[in-house]
Protein backbone atom coordinates (compact mmCIF):
# COMPACT_ATOMS: atom_id res chain seq x y z
CA UNK A 1 0.00 0.00 0.00
CA UNK A 2 1.89 3.22 -1.08
CA UNK A 3 -0.33 5.38 1.09
CA UNK A 4 -3.04 5.58 3.83
CA UNK A 5 -3.82 9.32 3.36
CA UNK A 6 -3.02 11.67 0.86
CA UNK A 7 -0.88 15.00 1.47
CA UNK A 8 -4.26 17.03 1.84
CA UNK A 9 -5.94 15.31 4.38
CA UNK A 10 -4.04 14.77 7.65
CA UNK A 11 -5.08 17.30 10.61
CA UNK A 12 -5.02 17.99 14.31
CA UNK A 13 -7.45 14.86 14.70
CA UNK A 14 -5.30 12.71 13.44
CA UNK A 15 -2.58 13.60 16.25
CA UNK A 16 -0.57 10.03 17.15
CA UNK A 17 -1.82 7.79 14.22
CA UNK A 18 0.36 5.77 12.32
CA UNK A 19 0.30 7.01 8.51
CA UNK A 20 1.80 6.02 5.43
CA UNK A 21 2.45 9.10 2.51
CA UNK A 22 3.60 9.30 -0.92
CA UNK A 23 4.22 12.08 -2.61
CA UNK A 24 6.70 14.30 -4.72
CA UNK A 25 9.53 16.58 -2.40
CA UNK A 26 8.47 20.37 -2.86
CA UNK A 27 11.28 21.56 -0.71
CA UNK A 28 12.99 20.81 1.81
CA UNK A 29 14.82 22.69 4.90
CA UNK A 30 17.71 21.71 6.30
CA UNK A 31 19.28 22.60 9.83
CA UNK A 32 21.71 20.19 10.20
CA UNK A 33 20.24 18.28 13.40
CA UNK A 34 16.51 18.99 11.93
CA UNK A 35 15.58 18.81 8.16
CA UNK A 36 11.90 19.42 7.30
CA UNK A 37 10.39 18.16 3.81
CA UNK A 38 7.59 19.57 1.81
CA UNK A 39 5.85 16.48 0.46
CA UNK A 40 3.38 16.86 -2.49
CA UNK A 41 0.72 15.56 -4.05
CA UNK A 42 -2.28 16.69 -6.01
CA UNK A 43 -4.42 17.34 -2.67
CA UNK A 44 -2.37 19.29 -1.07
CA UNK A 45 1.11 19.80 1.23
CA UNK A 46 2.47 17.74 4.43
CA UNK A 47 5.40 19.00 6.46
CA UNK A 48 7.73 15.60 7.26
CA UNK A 49 9.79 16.29 9.79
CA UNK A 50 13.30 14.06 10.89
CA UNK A 51 15.60 15.20 13.62
CA UNK A 52 18.53 13.92 14.89
CA UNK A 53 17.41 13.10 18.24
CA UNK A 54 14.18 10.74 17.01
CA UNK A 55 15.67 9.51 13.38
CA UNK A 56 18.35 6.96 12.73
CA UNK A 57 21.96 8.54 11.40
CA UNK A 58 21.26 6.51 7.88
CA UNK A 59 17.72 8.39 7.09
CA UNK A 60 18.50 11.05 8.10
CA UNK A 61 21.54 11.56 5.37
CA UNK A 62 18.80 10.37 3.04
CA UNK A 63 16.67 13.17 3.80
CA UNK A 64 19.51 15.69 3.53
CA UNK A 65 20.37 13.99 0.04
CA UNK A 66 16.35 14.37 -1.15
CA UNK A 67 15.98 16.74 -4.03
CA UNK A 68 13.55 18.62 -5.47
CA UNK A 69 10.57 16.50 -7.33
CA UNK A 70 12.03 12.91 -5.96
CA UNK A 71 9.23 10.73 -5.46
CA UNK A 72 8.93 9.19 -2.12
CA UNK A 73 6.97 7.22 0.38
CA UNK A 74 7.13 7.56 4.22
CA UNK A 75 5.70 6.30 7.11
CA UNK A 76 5.47 7.76 10.33
CA UNK A 77 3.19 9.42 13.20
CA UNK A 78 1.35 12.02 12.83
CA UNK A 79 2.34 15.00 15.79
CA UNK A 80 1.58 18.35 16.59
CA UNK A 81 3.70 21.17 14.32
CA UNK A 82 5.89 23.41 17.20
CA UNK A 83 4.86 26.80 14.82
CA UNK A 84 1.83 25.85 12.76
CA UNK A 85 0.46 27.22 9.43
CA UNK A 86 -2.57 28.31 9.13
CA UNK A 87 -2.75 29.05 5.50
CA UNK A 88 -2.58 25.31 4.32
CA UNK A 89 -5.30 22.54 6.02
CA UNK A 90 -2.54 20.41 7.53
CA UNK A 91 -0.63 23.50 9.15
CA UNK A 92 -1.55 22.22 12.82
CA UNK A 93 0.41 18.98 12.39
CA UNK A 94 4.16 17.34 10.69
CA UNK A 95 4.82 13.60 10.28
CA UNK A 96 8.08 12.11 12.76
CA UNK A 97 9.35 9.59 9.73
CA UNK A 98 10.39 6.18 10.66
CA UNK A 99 10.62 5.24 7.12
CA UNK A 100 11.47 6.30 4.41
CA UNK A 101 11.37 4.98 0.70
CA UNK A 102 12.64 6.81 -2.23
CA UNK A 103 10.64 5.65 -4.90
CA UNK A 104 11.79 7.51 -8.21
CA UNK A 105 14.65 10.02 -8.00
CA UNK A 106 14.17 12.97 -10.59
CA UNK A 107 16.44 15.58 -11.88
CA UNK A 108 16.69 18.91 -11.45
CA UNK A 109 13.36 20.39 -13.12
CA UNK A 110 14.10 22.96 -15.04
CA UNK A 111 11.50 25.40 -13.66
CA UNK A 112 10.12 25.83 -9.97
CA UNK A 113 7.32 24.34 -8.99
CA UNK A 114 5.49 27.29 -7.20
CA UNK A 115 2.45 29.22 -7.56
CA UNK A 116 4.47 31.73 -9.28
CA UNK A 117 7.03 30.56 -11.52
CA UNK A 118 10.18 31.32 -12.93
CA UNK A 119 9.96 29.24 -16.28
CA UNK A 120 8.22 30.95 -19.19
CA UNK A 121 5.35 29.99 -21.80
CA UNK A 122 7.43 27.63 -23.60
CA UNK A 123 9.58 26.08 -21.05
CA UNK A 124 6.20 25.63 -19.35
CA UNK A 125 4.82 23.88 -22.22
CA UNK A 126 7.87 22.01 -23.24
CA UNK A 127 7.29 20.33 -19.91
CA UNK A 128 3.74 20.92 -19.16
CA UNK A 129 3.61 17.49 -17.40
CA UNK A 130 5.89 20.00 -14.78
CA UNK A 131 3.87 22.57 -15.17
CA UNK A 132 0.61 20.38 -13.98
CA UNK A 133 2.07 19.49 -11.15
CA UNK A 134 1.80 23.92 -10.42
CA UNK A 135 -1.50 24.71 -7.91
CA UNK A 136 -2.52 27.27 -10.96
CA UNK A 137 -2.66 24.74 -13.85
CA UNK A 138 -4.07 21.86 -11.84
CA UNK A 139 -6.48 23.65 -10.15
CA UNK A 140 -7.81 24.65 -13.72
CA UNK A 141 -7.97 21.19 -14.71
CA UNK A 142 -9.69 19.98 -11.57
CA UNK A 143 -12.36 23.34 -12.66
CA UNK A 144 -13.07 21.60 -15.88
CA UNK A 145 -13.37 18.30 -14.88
CA UNK A 146 -16.17 20.19 -12.23
CA UNK A 147 -17.81 22.21 -15.19
CA UNK A 148 -17.77 19.42 -17.17
CA UNK A 149 -19.50 17.16 -14.41
CA UNK A 150 -22.10 19.41 -13.47
CA UNK A 151 -22.94 19.72 -17.55
CA UNK A 152 -23.37 15.81 -17.70
CA UNK A 153 -25.49 16.11 -14.78
CA UNK A 154 -27.77 18.62 -16.06
CA UNK A 155 -27.96 17.89 -19.10
CA UNK A 156 -28.86 13.58 -18.43
CA UNK A 157 -31.36 14.95 -15.54
CA UNK A 158 -32.86 16.78 -18.48
CA UNK A 159 -33.12 13.20 -20.60
CA UNK A 160 -30.19 13.85 -22.93
CA UNK A 161 -28.43 10.82 -23.98
CA UNK A 162 -24.59 11.34 -24.81
CA UNK A 163 -23.27 9.85 -27.94
CA UNK A 164 -19.99 9.56 -29.40
CA UNK A 165 -19.52 10.86 -33.68
CA UNK A 166 -17.23 9.89 -35.83
CA UNK A 167 -13.78 11.97 -36.06
CA UNK A 168 -12.68 10.35 -39.32
CA UNK A 169 -15.55 12.20 -41.54
CA UNK A 170 -16.20 14.12 -44.20
CA UNK A 171 -16.09 17.87 -44.75
CA UNK A 172 -18.42 19.69 -42.00
CA UNK A 173 -19.87 23.19 -42.81
CA UNK A 174 -18.65 25.64 -40.00
CA UNK A 175 -16.70 27.26 -42.77
CA UNK A 176 -13.10 27.07 -41.40
CA UNK A 177 -10.75 25.16 -43.71
CA UNK A 178 -10.42 20.95 -42.50
CA UNK A 179 -8.16 19.58 -41.02
CA UNK A 180 -7.50 16.27 -43.15
CA UNK A 181 -6.64 12.56 -43.18
CA UNK A 182 -5.23 10.56 -45.88
CA UNK A 183 -7.00 7.25 -45.78
CA UNK A 184 -4.31 4.21 -46.70
CA UNK A 185 -7.02 1.64 -48.13
CA UNK A 186 -8.50 4.47 -50.35
CA UNK A 187 -5.79 5.52 -52.16
CA UNK A 188 -5.82 9.52 -52.91
CA UNK A 189 -8.59 9.83 -50.25
CA UNK A 190 -9.11 11.65 -47.53
CA UNK A 191 -11.03 11.55 -44.44
CA UNK A 192 -11.68 15.55 -42.93
CA UNK A 193 -11.62 16.02 -38.76
CA UNK A 194 -14.71 17.19 -37.89
CA UNK A 195 -15.19 21.28 -38.12
CA UNK A 196 -18.04 19.93 -35.05
CA UNK A 197 -20.58 17.11 -35.12
CA UNK A 198 -22.90 19.34 -37.21
CA UNK A 199 -24.17 17.20 -39.84
CA UNK A 200 -24.43 13.97 -37.44
CA UNK A 201 -26.41 15.10 -34.85
CA UNK A 202 -29.19 16.45 -37.18
CA UNK A 203 -28.69 13.01 -38.64
CA UNK A 204 -29.20 11.36 -34.91
CA UNK A 205 -32.58 14.13 -34.39
CA UNK A 206 -33.75 12.16 -37.83
CA UNK A 207 -32.70 8.88 -36.02
CA UNK A 208 -35.03 9.53 -33.87
CA UNK A 209 -32.63 10.34 -30.73
CA UNK A 210 -34.79 13.51 -29.48
CA UNK A 211 -32.02 14.79 -26.83
CA UNK A 212 -28.64 14.76 -27.93
CA UNK A 213 -25.32 15.75 -25.57
CA UNK A 214 -21.60 15.08 -26.78
CA UNK A 215 -18.43 16.51 -24.85
CA UNK A 216 -16.25 16.17 -27.89
CA UNK A 217 -13.02 18.12 -29.93
CA UNK A 218 -13.97 19.80 -33.09
CA UNK A 219 -10.88 20.56 -35.67
CA UNK A 220 -10.69 24.03 -37.35
CA UNK A 221 -7.70 24.36 -39.20
CA UNK A 222 -7.70 28.58 -39.10
CA UNK A 223 -4.63 30.87 -38.32
CA UNK A 224 -4.38 31.05 -35.07
CA UNK A 225 -5.47 34.41 -33.23
CA UNK A 226 -4.58 34.91 -29.73
CA UNK A 227 -6.52 32.54 -27.74
CA UNK A 228 -7.64 30.09 -30.11
CA UNK A 229 -7.18 26.59 -30.32
CA UNK A 230 -6.89 24.41 -33.07
CA UNK A 231 -8.61 21.59 -31.63
CA UNK A 232 -11.09 23.18 -29.04
CA UNK A 233 -13.85 21.30 -27.27
CA UNK A 234 -17.51 21.68 -27.88
CA UNK A 235 -20.65 20.63 -25.97
CA UNK A 236 -22.41 19.83 -28.80
CA UNK A 237 -26.65 19.64 -28.44
CA UNK A 238 -29.01 19.20 -30.55
CA UNK A 239 -32.80 18.64 -29.80
CA UNK A 240 -35.93 17.18 -31.81
CA UNK A 241 -39.75 18.62 -31.77
CA UNK A 242 -38.02 22.18 -30.56
CA UNK A 243 -39.17 26.05 -31.28
CA UNK A 244 -36.49 28.46 -30.49
CA UNK A 245 -37.78 29.26 -27.45
CA UNK A 246 -37.35 25.69 -25.88
CA UNK A 247 -33.41 25.30 -27.10
CA UNK A 248 -32.97 29.21 -25.47
CA UNK A 249 -35.01 27.35 -21.94
CA UNK A 250 -33.39 24.70 -21.50
CA UNK A 251 -29.84 25.88 -21.89
CA UNK A 252 -29.99 29.15 -20.01
CA UNK A 253 -31.15 26.69 -17.38
CA UNK A 254 -27.78 24.62 -17.89
CA UNK A 255 -25.79 28.06 -17.81
CA UNK A 256 -27.72 29.12 -14.67
CA UNK A 257 -26.70 25.65 -12.99
CA UNK A 258 -23.35 26.38 -13.90
CA UNK A 259 -23.02 29.40 -12.72
CA UNK A 260 -24.89 28.39 -9.42
CA UNK A 261 -23.21 24.88 -8.99
CA UNK A 262 -19.59 26.03 -10.02
CA UNK A 263 -19.56 30.10 -8.28
CA UNK A 264 -22.49 30.00 -6.43
CA UNK A 265 -23.63 32.36 -8.19
CA UNK A 266 -27.21 33.10 -8.86
CA UNK A 267 -28.54 34.98 -12.02
CA UNK A 268 -31.79 36.59 -12.87
CA UNK A 269 -33.62 34.98 -16.64
CA UNK A 270 -31.01 36.25 -18.92
CA UNK A 271 -31.90 39.52 -21.29
CA UNK A 272 -32.06 39.21 -25.02
CA UNK A 273 -31.16 41.42 -27.44
CA UNK A 274 -31.73 41.26 -31.00
CA UNK A 275 -28.65 41.21 -33.10
CA UNK A 276 -29.35 44.18 -34.86
CA UNK A 277 -29.63 46.26 -31.50
CA UNK A 278 -26.56 44.77 -30.26
CA UNK A 279 -24.72 46.12 -33.04
CA UNK A 280 -26.32 49.35 -32.73
CA UNK A 281 -25.83 49.71 -29.00
CA UNK A 282 -22.26 47.95 -28.65
CA UNK A 283 -21.09 47.56 -32.23
CA UNK A 284 -20.41 44.05 -31.63
CA UNK A 285 -23.03 40.51 -31.40
CA UNK A 286 -21.13 39.45 -28.40
CA UNK A 287 -21.68 42.55 -26.16
CA UNK A 288 -20.24 42.67 -22.58
CA UNK A 289 -22.88 44.29 -20.61
CA UNK A 290 -21.77 44.00 -16.92
CA UNK A 291 -21.12 48.05 -17.91
CA UNK A 292 -22.80 50.35 -19.32
CA UNK A 293 -21.38 52.86 -22.29
CA UNK A 294 -23.94 51.95 -24.91
CA UNK A 295 -23.24 53.42 -28.52
CA UNK A 296 -25.29 57.24 -28.85
CA UNK A 297 -26.13 57.22 -33.01
CA UNK A 298 -25.10 60.91 -33.37
CA UNK A 299 -26.16 61.44 -37.29
CA UNK A 300 -28.95 63.51 -36.80
CA UNK A 301 -27.59 65.84 -34.03
CA UNK A 302 -24.17 66.32 -35.60
CA UNK A 303 -24.51 66.43 -39.55
CA UNK A 304 -25.88 69.14 -41.26
CA UNK A 305 -22.89 71.54 -39.45
CA UNK A 306 -20.26 72.96 -41.52
CA UNK A 307 -17.95 69.54 -39.99
CA UNK A 308 -17.01 67.93 -43.50
CA UNK A 309 -16.02 64.72 -41.65
CA UNK A 310 -19.26 63.93 -40.10
CA UNK A 311 -21.52 65.26 -42.59
CA UNK A 312 -19.57 62.26 -45.34
CA UNK A 313 -20.27 59.82 -42.98
CA UNK A 314 -22.48 56.65 -43.03
CA UNK A 315 -22.13 56.78 -39.29
CA UNK A 316 -21.33 59.24 -36.76
CA UNK A 317 -21.98 57.32 -33.02
CA UNK A 318 -20.64 57.79 -29.51
CA UNK A 319 -20.23 56.76 -25.95
CA UNK A 320 -19.98 58.58 -22.81
CA UNK A 321 -16.91 57.71 -20.87
CA UNK A 322 -17.69 57.49 -17.06
CA UNK A 323 -15.24 60.72 -15.63
CA UNK A 324 -13.46 60.52 -18.77
CA UNK A 325 -13.33 64.39 -18.32
CA UNK A 326 -10.67 64.02 -15.77
CA UNK A 327 -8.21 62.74 -18.28
CA UNK A 328 -5.63 65.28 -19.55
CA UNK A 329 -5.29 66.61 -22.57
CA UNK A 330 -2.31 64.12 -23.38
CA UNK A 331 -4.53 61.31 -22.26
CA UNK A 332 -6.81 62.19 -24.37
CA UNK A 333 -4.41 62.31 -27.83
CA UNK A 334 -2.90 58.70 -26.48
CA UNK A 335 -6.07 57.74 -26.73
CA UNK A 336 -6.89 58.90 -30.31
CA UNK A 337 -3.31 57.57 -30.89
CA UNK A 338 -4.86 54.49 -29.49
CA UNK A 339 -8.18 54.61 -32.00
CA UNK A 340 -5.89 55.35 -35.14
CA UNK A 341 -3.68 52.05 -34.77
CA UNK A 342 -3.70 49.95 -37.43
CA UNK A 343 -5.31 47.20 -35.37
CA UNK A 344 -8.12 49.25 -34.64
CA UNK A 345 -8.40 51.41 -37.62
CA UNK A 346 -10.24 55.10 -37.01
CA UNK A 347 -8.89 58.00 -39.00
CA UNK A 348 -9.09 60.24 -35.89
CA UNK A 349 -11.73 60.71 -33.16
CA UNK A 350 -13.72 63.77 -31.97
CA UNK A 351 -14.30 64.36 -28.03
CA UNK A 352 -16.50 66.49 -25.59
CA UNK A 353 -15.65 67.02 -22.47
CA UNK A 354 -18.71 67.32 -20.20
CA UNK A 355 -18.16 69.50 -17.46
CA UNK A 356 -19.16 69.96 -14.01
CA UNK A 357 -20.54 72.66 -14.27
CA UNK A 358 -22.77 71.98 -17.12
CA UNK A 359 -20.35 72.85 -19.83
CA UNK A 360 -19.14 71.15 -22.83
CA UNK A 361 -15.67 71.84 -24.37
CA UNK A 362 -15.28 69.77 -27.49
CA UNK A 363 -12.59 69.12 -29.99
CA UNK A 364 -14.90 70.66 -33.09
CA UNK A 365 -16.16 73.52 -30.76
CA UNK A 366 -16.00 75.34 -34.60
CA UNK A 367 -18.66 73.78 -35.44
CA UNK A 368 -20.94 72.82 -32.35
CA UNK A 369 -22.42 75.39 -29.89
CA UNK A 370 -22.89 74.30 -26.66
CA UNK A 371 -26.47 73.31 -27.07
CA UNK A 372 -25.37 71.07 -30.41
CA UNK A 373 -23.25 69.58 -27.46
CA UNK A 374 -25.79 69.30 -25.12
CA UNK A 375 -27.83 66.87 -27.54
CA UNK A 376 -24.96 64.46 -28.04
CA UNK A 377 -24.21 64.30 -23.97
CA UNK A 378 -28.57 63.62 -24.15
CA UNK A 379 -28.06 60.85 -26.74
CA UNK A 380 -24.74 59.25 -25.46
CA UNK A 381 -26.04 59.41 -21.60
CA UNK A 382 -22.96 61.49 -20.78
CA UNK A 383 -23.44 63.51 -17.48
CA UNK A 384 -20.86 66.25 -16.02
CA UNK A 385 -17.48 64.90 -15.58
CA UNK A 386 -17.73 62.11 -18.61
CA UNK A 387 -15.92 62.49 -21.75
CA UNK A 388 -17.59 61.75 -24.93
CA UNK A 389 -15.81 60.22 -27.63
CA UNK A 390 -17.52 60.06 -31.31
CA UNK A 391 -15.89 58.10 -34.15
CA UNK A 392 -17.40 58.58 -37.75
CA UNK A 393 -17.43 56.57 -41.25
CA UNK A 394 -18.18 53.05 -42.87
CA UNK A 395 -21.29 51.78 -40.15
CA UNK A 396 -20.62 48.77 -39.64
CA UNK A 397 -16.45 49.73 -39.23
CA UNK A 398 -16.54 52.45 -37.14
CA UNK A 399 -18.96 50.01 -35.21
CA UNK A 400 -16.14 47.63 -34.79
CA UNK A 401 -14.29 50.74 -33.96
CA UNK A 402 -15.68 52.14 -31.01
CA UNK A 403 -16.74 48.98 -29.67
CA UNK A 404 -12.69 47.99 -29.65
CA UNK A 405 -12.43 51.61 -27.51
CA UNK A 406 -15.18 50.92 -25.20
CA UNK A 407 -14.02 47.58 -24.30
CA UNK A 408 -10.29 48.93 -24.27
CA UNK A 409 -11.65 51.72 -21.57
CA UNK A 410 -13.61 49.29 -19.56
CA UNK A 411 -10.57 47.38 -18.91
CA UNK A 412 -8.69 50.57 -18.03
CA UNK A 413 -11.77 51.90 -15.85
CA UNK A 414 -11.72 48.19 -14.19
CA UNK A 415 -15.05 48.06 -15.10
CA UNK A 416 -14.73 44.09 -16.22
CA UNK A 417 -15.05 42.52 -12.78
CA UNK A 418 -14.19 38.92 -13.32
CA UNK A 419 -16.50 38.33 -10.82
CA UNK A 420 -19.58 39.74 -12.26
CA UNK A 421 -21.24 37.35 -14.56
CA UNK A 422 -23.37 39.33 -17.24
CA UNK A 423 -24.91 36.24 -19.45
CA UNK A 424 -27.44 37.32 -22.56
CA UNK A 425 -28.88 35.78 -25.81
CA UNK A 426 -28.50 37.58 -28.73
CA UNK A 427 -31.10 36.16 -31.31
CA UNK A 428 -32.46 36.99 -34.99
CA UNK A 429 -28.77 36.58 -36.41
CA UNK A 430 -29.12 37.55 -40.36
CA UNK A 431 -28.94 34.62 -42.37
CA UNK A 432 -26.47 35.47 -44.73
CA UNK A 433 -23.32 37.63 -44.60
CA UNK A 434 -21.30 39.27 -47.38
CA UNK A 435 -18.37 38.45 -47.88
CA UNK A 436 -16.64 41.68 -49.07
CA UNK A 437 -13.71 40.47 -50.77
CA UNK A 438 -15.79 37.88 -53.10
CA UNK A 439 -19.12 39.51 -53.04
CA UNK A 440 -20.84 36.55 -52.26
CA UNK A 441 -23.36 35.70 -49.69
CA UNK A 442 -22.32 33.10 -47.28
CA UNK A 443 -24.23 31.61 -44.41
CA UNK A 444 -23.36 33.60 -41.46
CA UNK A 445 -23.68 30.42 -38.76
CA UNK A 446 -23.97 27.54 -41.20
CA UNK A 447 -26.14 26.29 -44.05
CA UNK A 448 -28.61 24.35 -41.96
CA UNK A 449 -30.41 27.15 -40.31
CA UNK A 450 -33.68 27.94 -41.12
CA UNK A 451 -34.67 31.03 -42.19
CA UNK A 452 -37.01 33.02 -39.66
CA UNK A 453 -40.69 31.99 -40.77
CA UNK A 454 -41.88 33.79 -43.77
CA UNK A 455 -38.91 35.38 -45.04
CA UNK A 456 -37.56 32.75 -47.51
CA UNK A 457 -38.98 35.12 -50.33
CA UNK A 458 -36.58 37.57 -49.27
CA UNK A 459 -33.87 35.48 -50.39
CA UNK A 460 -33.83 36.62 -53.63
CA UNK A 461 -34.75 40.27 -53.49
CA UNK A 462 -32.56 41.18 -49.90
CA UNK A 463 -30.79 38.52 -49.18
CA UNK A 464 -28.97 40.51 -46.25
CA UNK A 465 -32.28 41.13 -44.72
CA UNK A 466 -33.03 38.30 -44.20
CA UNK A 467 -32.96 36.81 -39.96
CA UNK A 468 -31.87 33.40 -38.93
CA UNK A 469 -33.47 31.34 -36.14
CA UNK A 470 -30.12 31.88 -34.66
CA UNK A 471 -28.76 32.71 -31.35
CA UNK A 472 -25.90 33.02 -29.10
CA UNK A 473 -25.44 32.76 -25.49
CA UNK A 474 -23.18 35.54 -24.39
CA UNK A 475 -21.44 35.81 -21.18
CA UNK A 476 -18.99 38.95 -20.43
CA UNK A 477 -17.95 39.78 -23.99
CA UNK A 478 -17.70 36.15 -25.10
CA UNK A 479 -19.25 33.83 -27.36
CA UNK A 480 -19.83 30.91 -25.20
CA UNK A 481 -22.43 29.03 -27.32
CA UNK A 482 -24.57 29.46 -30.61
CA UNK A 483 -26.91 27.55 -32.70
CA UNK A 484 -29.96 27.98 -34.58
CA UNK A 485 -33.46 25.98 -35.39
CA UNK A 486 -32.18 24.11 -38.90
CA UNK A 487 -34.29 23.18 -41.62
CA UNK A 488 -35.90 20.14 -41.59
CA UNK A 489 -36.99 19.44 -45.51
CA UNK A 490 -35.58 19.09 -48.67
CA UNK A 491 -36.51 21.77 -50.25
CA UNK A 492 -35.92 24.27 -48.27
CA UNK A 493 -32.32 23.18 -47.86
CA UNK A 494 -32.05 22.86 -51.74
CA UNK A 495 -33.16 26.51 -51.58
CA UNK A 496 -30.59 27.62 -49.03
CA UNK A 497 -27.40 25.30 -51.18
CA UNK A 498 -28.65 27.15 -53.90
CA UNK A 499 -28.36 30.61 -52.77
CA UNK A 500 -24.74 29.89 -51.09
CA UNK A 501 -23.49 29.32 -54.26
CA UNK A 502 -23.69 25.20 -54.34
CA UNK A 503 -24.89 23.91 -57.88
CA UNK A 504 -27.32 21.10 -57.63
CA UNK A 505 -24.55 18.58 -58.21
CA UNK A 506 -22.25 20.02 -55.32
CA UNK A 507 -24.60 20.44 -52.86
CA UNK A 508 -25.49 16.44 -53.55
CA UNK A 509 -21.61 15.61 -53.47
CA UNK A 510 -20.92 17.41 -50.21
CA UNK A 511 -24.56 16.89 -48.48
CA UNK A 512 -26.42 14.51 -50.09
CA UNK A 513 -26.47 12.31 -46.88
CA UNK A 514 -28.47 14.61 -45.45
CA UNK A 515 -30.57 15.97 -47.91
CA UNK A 516 -31.67 11.93 -48.53
CA UNK A 517 -32.57 11.99 -44.83
CA UNK A 518 -34.78 14.65 -44.71
CA UNK A 519 -36.87 12.61 -46.99
CA UNK A 520 -37.23 9.74 -44.29
CA UNK A 521 -39.46 11.90 -41.68
CA UNK A 522 -37.02 14.31 -40.43
CA UNK A 523 -38.87 15.98 -37.48
CA UNK A 524 -38.38 20.00 -36.74
CA UNK A 525 -34.90 20.27 -34.48
CA UNK A 526 -32.80 22.71 -33.76
CA UNK A 527 -29.73 22.78 -31.01
CA UNK A 528 -26.87 24.82 -29.93
CA UNK A 529 -23.05 23.94 -28.97
CA UNK A 530 -21.02 25.61 -26.06
CA UNK A 531 -17.02 26.41 -26.52
CA UNK A 532 -16.16 24.52 -23.37
CA UNK A 533 -12.91 25.73 -22.92
CA UNK A 534 -13.80 29.25 -23.06
CA UNK A 535 -16.33 28.37 -20.77
CA UNK A 536 -14.49 27.32 -18.31
CA UNK A 537 -11.79 30.25 -18.16
CA UNK A 538 -14.95 32.70 -17.67
CA UNK A 539 -16.56 30.98 -14.90
CA UNK A 540 -12.76 30.29 -13.56
CA UNK A 541 -12.23 33.99 -14.21
CA UNK A 542 -9.84 33.97 -16.21
CA UNK A 543 -9.71 35.33 -20.22
CA UNK A 544 -6.94 32.74 -21.62
CA UNK A 545 -7.96 29.55 -22.05
CA UNK A 546 -4.37 27.56 -22.00
CA UNK A 547 -4.21 27.07 -19.03
CA UNK A 548 -7.75 24.76 -19.10
CA UNK A 549 -6.48 22.43 -21.48
CA UNK A 550 -3.89 19.82 -20.57
CA UNK A 551 -1.60 20.19 -23.16
CA UNK A 552 -2.28 23.17 -25.44
CA UNK A 553 -0.95 24.07 -28.66
CA UNK A 554 1.10 27.17 -29.16
CA UNK A 555 0.22 29.72 -31.26
CA UNK A 556 1.82 28.48 -34.31
CA UNK A 557 -0.37 24.98 -33.56
CA UNK A 558 2.24 23.28 -32.37
CA UNK A 559 2.58 21.01 -29.00
CA UNK A 560 6.30 21.81 -28.01
CA UNK A 561 6.26 18.95 -25.80
CA UNK A 562 5.51 16.06 -28.35
CA UNK A 563 7.23 18.31 -31.46
CA UNK A 564 3.98 17.65 -33.28
CA UNK A 565 3.37 18.14 -36.27
CA UNK A 566 6.37 16.76 -37.53
CA UNK A 567 7.24 14.45 -41.03
CA UNK A 568 6.62 11.30 -41.94
CA UNK A 569 9.13 8.68 -43.37
CA UNK A 570 8.87 7.74 -46.71
CA UNK A 571 7.55 4.34 -45.97
CA UNK A 572 4.37 5.98 -44.21
CA UNK A 573 4.19 8.03 -47.37
CA UNK A 574 4.37 5.72 -49.76
CA UNK A 575 1.70 3.40 -47.93
CA UNK A 576 -0.61 6.40 -48.05
CA UNK A 577 0.15 6.81 -51.80
CA UNK A 578 1.49 10.28 -50.83
CA UNK A 579 3.67 12.45 -52.30
CA UNK A 580 5.40 15.61 -50.70
CA UNK A 581 5.44 19.10 -53.26
CA UNK A 582 6.82 21.03 -50.08
CA UNK A 583 6.98 25.50 -50.77
CA UNK A 584 9.75 26.11 -48.94
N1 LIG B 1 -22.26 23.41 -35.10
C1 LIG B 1 -22.44 24.74 -34.63
C2 LIG B 1 -21.08 25.36 -34.27
O1 LIG B 1 -20.09 24.66 -34.13
C3 LIG B 1 -23.32 24.84 -33.44
C4 LIG B 1 -24.74 24.52 -33.74
O2 LIG B 1 -25.31 25.09 -34.67
O3 LIG B 1 -25.31 23.73 -32.98
O4 LIG B 1 -21.00 26.55 -34.11
Redesign the pocket.
Known sequence: MYRSHNCGELTATNINTEVTLSGWVQKSRDKGFIVWVDLRDRYGITQLVFDEERTSKQMMEQAQNLGREFVIQVKGTVIERASKNPNIPTGDIEILVSELTILNESILPPFTIEDKTDGGEDIRMKYRYLDIRRNPVKNSLIFRSKVSQEVRNYLSKEGFIEVETPYLIKSTP?GARDFVVPSRMNEGQFYALP??P?TFKQLLMVGGMDKYFQIVK?FRDEDLRADRQPEFT?I?C?MAFVEQEDILNVFEGLTRHLLKEVNGVEVEKFPRLLYDDAMRLYGNDKPDIRFGMEFGELNHVAQHKDFGVFNNAELVVGIAVPGGNSYTRKEIDKLIDWVKRPQVGALGMVYSRCNDDGSYKSSVDKFYDQDDLAKWAEVTGAKPGDLICVLSGDKNKVRAQLSALRMELAERLGIRDPKVFAPLWVIDFPLLELDEDTGHYHAM??PFTSPKPGQLELLDSNPGDVKANAYDLVLNGNEIG???IRIHDKETQAIMFKHLGFTEEEAKAQFGFLMDAFQYGAPPHG???FGLDRLVAILGGQETIRDFIAFPKNNSGRDVMIDAPAPIDDKQLSELSLKLNLKS
Open positions: EQSQCQDEHHGGSGLA
